[in-house]
């Protein structure tokens, strides 16, 4: 065990996620805090707010995790611990792989089975979830979803608060902007602009199918 126990900001599935990956490398977690869905029962405390725990946490000195499916919500949690000086760091996997010269910020998360590659740049509040890949000189902002089987392949970059959808890819050397949502299975082969939504292989936004003429010459559907 660490000297130190864990505090995890969360209550839902996602916290399941992160209790899962620091019990099993034999990190003691203290409590949750937040509303617990309906169905399976927490095995610890479940604190009833996030002030709940900000106080638990400086009165013991213990770690914390943000563990909420929320970009925003998630990247405001962890700057509220920073700015108190509590101590949120990087939760990375047993098996997952971190370069060693990649840089992991305040409140990452690294689930199973993902990888972080060489000189790239993890903002503060990024979730690499389960067999997600991060290879080698890419930067990716602040507050981050990098979803399940997702792939940002090299020297690609993804501004903040971003959602990179279950499974899509993003091609090599292309930028991503902030507040974009990519959808699940996507394959971004273009830069994105600040706020699109984009689908498909490749990639587009759906405005951009939805809104062609499909009516035959010289008449109506």
């Not at 003691?28 to 709940?52: F, K, M, Q, T």
């Not at 995790?65 to 700015?83: K, P, Q, Y």
């Not at 706020?195 to 499909?214: I, L, N, S, Y």
Request: with cysteine; net charge negative; aromatic share 2%.
């Amino acid at each position: 065990m660490t000297a130190a126990g864990w505090v995890v900001l969360g209550a839902g599935g996602h916290a399941r996620s992160v209790v899962d990956v620091l019990e099993r490398a034999g990190h003691a977690v203290v409590a949750v805090s937040g509303d617990a869905p309906e169905g399976e029962p927490w095995h610890l405390d479940v604190l009833a707010d996030d002030r709940a725990a900000f106080e638990l946490i400086s009165a013991q000195g213990l770690r914390a995790a943000v563990a909420i499916g929320s970009n925003a919500a998630r990247t405001r949690l962890v700057r509220e611990l920073v700015a108190r000086g509590l101590s949120a760091p990087p939760v990375v996997a047993a098996t997952a792989t971190v370069a060693p010269r990649s840089i992991l910020g305040d409140g990452v998360v690294v689930l199973e089975h993902a990888h972080v590659g060489p000189a790239s740049r993890l903002g503060d509040a990024v979730v690499v979830n389960t067999s997600a890949v991060v290879e080698h000189d890419c930067s990716v902002g602040v507050g981050v979803h990098v979803a399940p089987g997702a792939v940002l392949l090299g020297g690609a970059s993804v501004g903040d608060g971003t959602l990179v959808g279950s499974g899509a890819r993003v091609l090599p050397m292309v930028s991503v902007g902030a507040g974009v949502t990519v959808g699940a299975g996507a394959v971004v082969t273009r830069h994105v602009a600040d706020g699109e939504t984009v689908v498909g292989a490749p990639a587009h936004t759906p405005a951009a199918r939805d809104t062609r003429d499909t009516r035959p010459p010289g008449g109506r559907p």
